[in-house]
C-alpha cells in the first residue's frame, strides 16, 4: 500500500532537513514525498538533491503561495492510496508509515486515521486535539491536526477532499484549513480513528508563552470556518459555536485569572477575539 506525503514549504531549511532525516528511518520503505516548494531563491534544492539518491522525491516548485493551494497541488501528483499532509517542520517517529498503513489494513471501515502530536517527547502532546486514548471519532469531537492526518483514498469522499484556499497560511484566514476539511470529510460519511500510539514530533508553538499574535492569527481561521458552515445552515456546527465561542473561553480566562497568569488570560482572550473575527468577517 503506497504512502504519499504531500509536503509544502517555505522559508524553512533546517527543520525540512530534520524530517527528511526521519523519513530516512522509517520501517516501511513505500512511500513517496511529493514537496510543492514556494520558496523563490533556491532555499532548500541542494538539501532535496542531497536525499533524492535514498528517498522518492518529486520537487515541485510553484509561483504561488499558500499552504491549502500548496497542498491541493499535490494530491493532484500522489501515486499512493494513502495521503497525508506532514509540515515542513515535524518528525515522523520511525514506526509511523508501518503503523499507518497496518491500522488501515486492520480496520477496513475506517477512511481516516489521526496520530497523536507530541513535543519531541514520547509523553508530552504538542499542538491539536489530542487524548491518552485510542478510538472512533465524529464531527462532534475532532481530533488531531492537519499533519497529523492520514487519508485512505479509497474510503473517502474524493469529492470532498480538497482543501479551501481561504484557509490556512497565506491565505485570507490563516487558520483551519484542516479542520475544516476533516468536518467536511466527517460529515460526507468518512469513518475516523484516532491513536496516540503513531507518534508525529511537533514543537508546541501554540503555547501562551510564545505570545498573542500567532494565536490571533491562527483563530480567525476557526471562526471562519464555523461560520462557513452556518451559512450552509448545518446545525451541527451550533455546537462548536457555543462550545469554541462562548463557553470554551469563559472557562479559560476563569482559570487564568485564578491563577493570576496575567499571559495566559491574554492568550485566551485573544484567542477569542480571533474567532469572532473570523466568524464575522467570512465571506465579506
Given amino acids: 500500500m503506497k504512502v504519499s506525503l504531500v509536503l509544502a514549504t517555505l522559508g524553512r531549511d533546517c527543520e525540512l532537513l530534520d524530517f527528511l532525516k526521519s523519513l530516512l528511518f522509517q520501517t516501511y520503505k513505500d512511500f513517496e514525498l511529493i514537496v510543492i516548494d514556494q520558496n523563490k531563491d533556491g532555499l532548500i534544492d541542494s538539501i532535496l538533491e542531497s536525499f533524492k539518491p535514498v528517498l522518492d522525491i518529486k520537487h ?4 504561488f503561495t499558500g499552504n491549502a493551494r500548496a497542498r491541493d497541488y499535490g494530491i ?8 497525508a499532509f506532514p509540515d515542513d517542520d515535524c518528525a515522523y517517529a520511525s514506526d509511523v508509515l508501518e503503523k ?3 491500522e488501515f489494513a486492520r480496520q477496513e471501515q475506517i477512511a481516516i486515521l489521526v496520530a497523536g502530536s507530541y513535543d519531541f517527547s514520547s509523553t508530552r502532546f504538542s499542538i491539536g486535539v489530542n487524548s491518552h486514548k485510542a478510538g472512533y471519532f465524529t464531527r462532534f469531537k475532532m ?6 492526518q ?7 469522499d474524493r469529492a470532498q477532499f480538497h482543501l479551501d484556499h481561504d484557509f490556512g497560511i ?3 484566514y490563516a487558520g483551519g484549513e484542516g479542520f475544516e476539511m476533516l468536518y467536511r470529510l466527517l460529515r ?15 514543537a508546541d508553538k501554540d503555547h501562551y508563552k510564545l505570545g498573542t499574535a500567532r494565536m490571533l492569527m491562527y483563530s480567525t481561521g476557526i471562526g471562519a470556518y464555523m461560520r462557513k458552515f452556518a451559512n450552509q445552515h448545518d446545525a451541527f456546527i451550533l455546537y462548536y459555536i457555543v462550545r469554541k465561542m462562548f463557553v470554551a473561553p469563559a472557562l479559560k480566562m476563569t482559570w487564568a485569572m485564578l491563577l493570576c497568569n496575567r ?14 473575527r473570523g466568524f464575522l468577517v467570512y465571506g465579506k
Avoid at 481530533?143 to 497529523?148: A, C, R
Fill in 60 to 63: 515541485i516548485k510553484v509561483d
Fill in 76 to 83: 493532484a501528483l500522489a501515486q499512493g492510496r494513502i495521503l
Fill in 100 to 102: 499507518v498503513v497496518a
Fill in 143 to 148: 481530533m488531531g491536526v492537519e499533519f497529523t
Fill in 150 to 156: 492520514f487519508f485512505d483514498l479509497q474510503r473517502i
Fill in 170 to 172: 497565506g491565505s485570507k
Fill in 188 to 202: 460526507a460519511g468518512g469513518r475516523a480513528f484516532y491513536t496516540p500510539s503513531i507518534k508525529i514530533y511537533h
Fill in 263 to 276: 499571559k495566559k488570560l491574554a492568550y485566551s482572550f485573544y484567542n477569542l477575539v480571533g474567532i469572532w
